[in-house]
């Protein structure tokens, strides 16, 4: 299993970016794929997350309004659409997939998540 995260970069505040997550299999061979990023000095954390079973979503309370994870399956490809970027948005984002089933209200719980990509970063400066 291989995801490989892209799309980071320097954007001002207000600004927007799409971060792409490319898998290496179906789609559908997935429980669930998220978005998780950690800033410098700070715990990785669940941004945005997405069932590949039922597409149920879950989002980060400071992203809810301005972040929105989607799905391609025809593609195998996870995007998330970072919109109003703020400063506090700056880190490593990664793409993360759990293979095994989730509980809904574990759904963005990093402990849940198998596979790993390496990230991809976000700068959100003037």
């Known amino acids: 299993v291989q995801l490989q995260a892209s799309g980071g970069g320097l954007v001002q505040p207000g600004g927007s970016l799409r971060l792409s997550c490319a898998l290496s299999r179906f789609i559908f061979d997935y429980y669930a794929i998220g978005w998780f990023r950690q800033a410098p000095g700070k715990e990785r954390e669940g941004v945005s997350c997405i069932s590949a079973v039922d597409g149920s979503t879950e989002y980060e309370d400071s992203v809810k309004g301005r972040f929105t994870i989607s799905r391609d399956s025809a593609k195998n490809m996870v995007y998330l659409q970072m919109d109003d970027l703020k400063a506090e948005d700056t880190a490593v984002y990664h793409c993360?997939?759990?293979?095994?089933?989730?509980?809904?209200?574990?759904?963005?719980?990093?402990?849940?998540?198998?596979?790993w990509g390496q990230g991809t970063l976000v700068t959100v400066s003037s």
């Open positions: 993360a997939a759990a293979t095994g089933e989730v509980e809904p209200e574990y759904l963005c719980d990093l402990n849940e998540y198998d596979y």
